[in-house]
Nanobody
Framework: VQLQASGGGSVQAGRSLRLSCVAP???????????MGWYRQAPGNERELVAAITASGTTNYADSVKGRFTISRTNARKTMSLQMNSLEPGDTAIYYCHAKWGSRTYWGQGTLVTVSS
């Protein structure tokens, strides 16, 4: 079972991108109960949490993206999104969406975001 992530690309610093993550049919019926988030991994670095949103809608952000990124979810569409504004070269990474349901975790395939100065 894999989440479907999309929306990556190459942009210049200061521009915006929006990532989306759709739950597959096998877990779409429990989408409302999923705690979800976005992670990223830059070359040579460990995977890190960027933003998270609980099933009840509580959000949490890495300090490096606070005020620039916004995570949201649309339960009716089984979709989670990450709006990324004022992108910086340091945001360059592969972004992965993640979902947790009880003891089970699910990942997306990763989408590449490249920010040039």
């Amino acid at each position: 079972v894999q989440l479907q992530a999309s929306g990556g690309g190459s942009v210049q610093a200061g521009r915006s991108l929006r990532l989306s993550c759709v739950a597959p049919r096998t877990i779409s019926s429990v989408f409302n109960t999923l705690d979800m988030g976005w992670y990223r991994q830059a070359p040579g670095n460990e995977r890190e949490l960027v933003a998270a949103i609980t099933a009840s809608g509580t959000t949490n952000y890495a300090d490096s993206v606070k005020g620039r990124f916004t995570i949201s979810r649309t339960n009716a569409r089984k979709t989670m999104s990450l709006q990324m504004n004022s992108l910086e070269p340091g945001d360059t990474a592969i972004y992965y969406c993640h979902a947790k349901w009880g003891s089970r975790t699910y990942w997306g395939q990763g989408t590449l975001v490249t920010v040039s100065s």
